[in-house]
């Protein structure tokens, strides 16, 4: 029926502090110092956000051997192996600023102390991830990686180990990620847990945001590019609930086939998505008759991690 069409807002969505920080870094950089700024690896995973720093004359590299020597470098959010750290310091560089997100830093921190400690440390995350690349690469040995429950029974590990450790990816399921753990607990009871969570406030949130929305959704649209694990987990979630997810980069994406049998559509963006896509995704909608706007706020987030001292205004 006309006029009955509807959109639910997800809040919180989009960027989280972290990326906030990161995407400042680079900003700021380019503003001080002028291009070009080389950054290793997408300093987020966000097509829209790459593209836009690219075309100020940030240059996105994987190996330090393409920065030329007296140039500035600058870390991603996922943070780098220490491998990365000792090759760049080994260079004549002009500057380095991390930008590592401060939580994936507290997991660094917190698998540092375990490794000293003598533990093996077990690693729940997806291979060939950035995050999982640096945060593993911080210790030489005795890390394994654990993608699903089924690979607990790969683990080299024995059952009756006493020093056994667990850390994860800050930006995975959060259910998933407990059955695992409990799992493991299972397996080896002398587990040792996080002190705090490992994955982040904005991972969580944004997760408990999609679980409200698929109560009330006929479809959702997650705003995030395929590379970033935090918006899959999203479009994963709702799914799993049940509800028709669809991850877009931009709203020109979206198929009008989707809407026919729609009445309300949730909409959400992943942790390193910026809200212009999310304008762009409602302003399409409407043209879709999509005209009524709700906000579904779960969690108001205030949170905010500092510059470097040399980017500070």
């Known amino acids: 029926m006309a006029g009955t069409k509807k959109i639910i807002l997800a809040n919180p969505r989009g960027f989280c502090a972290g990326v906030d920080r990161a995407i400042a870094i680079v900003d700021k950089a380019l503003d001080k110092y002028g291009a070009p700024i080389y ?30 020597e007296n140039s500035i ?15 760049a310091a080994a260079k004549n560089l002009r500057m380095i600023f991390d930008a590592t997100c401060p939580l994936v830093n507290k997991v660094h921190v917190e ?6 400690q003598g533990y093996a440390i077990v690693m729940i995350g997806h291979k060939n991830h950035p995050e999982v690349e640096g ?77 409200k929305m698929a109560t ?20 994963e979630l709702a799914e799993n609930l049940g509800v028709k997810s669809y991850l877009i980069d931009f709203a020109s994406e979206i198929n009008e ?21 999310v304008e762009g995704v409602i302003n ?15 969690i108001e987030e205030h949170m905010v991690f500092a510059l470097p001292g040399e980017l500070r205004a």
């Open 257 to 277: 086939e989707w809407l026919k049998t729609t009445n309300t559509v949730g909409v959400t963006a992943g942790a390193s998505a910026p809200e212009v896509l």
């Open 73 to 87: 470098l600058i870390y991603s959010a996922h943070g780098v192996p220490l491998s990365v750290r000792m090759e």
């Open 135 to 211: 945060t593993m690469g911080q210790v030489d040995g005795n890390i394994f990686l654990l993608e699903t429950e089924s690979d607990i029974a790969t683990l080299p590990l024995p059952r009756d180990i006493e020093k056994i450790a667990v850390v994860t990816q800050t930006t995975l399921s959060v259910d998933e990620t407990k059955s695992i753990i409990e799992k493991l607990k299972t397996t080896f009871p002398n587990l040792r847990l996080p002190k705090n969570e490992d994955i982040c406030y904005a991972t969580q949130n944004r997760q408990d945001a999609v679980k």
């Open 111 to 116: 698998l540092k102390t375990l490794h000293r």
């Open 39 to 68: 950054v290793r690896h997408e300093v987020v995973h966000n097509k829209y956000v790459v593209d836009d720093l690219e075309a100020r004359g940030a240059i996105f590299i994987e190996d330090i051997k393409d920065v030329p």
């Open 284 to 298: 399409k909608l409407k043209t879709y008759g999509f005209n009524s706007i709700e906000t579904l706020t779960t």
């Open 216 to 235: 009330i959704c006929d479809l959702l649209i997650v705003i995030g590019s395929k590379n970033s694990s935090n918006s899959n987990r999203l479009k």
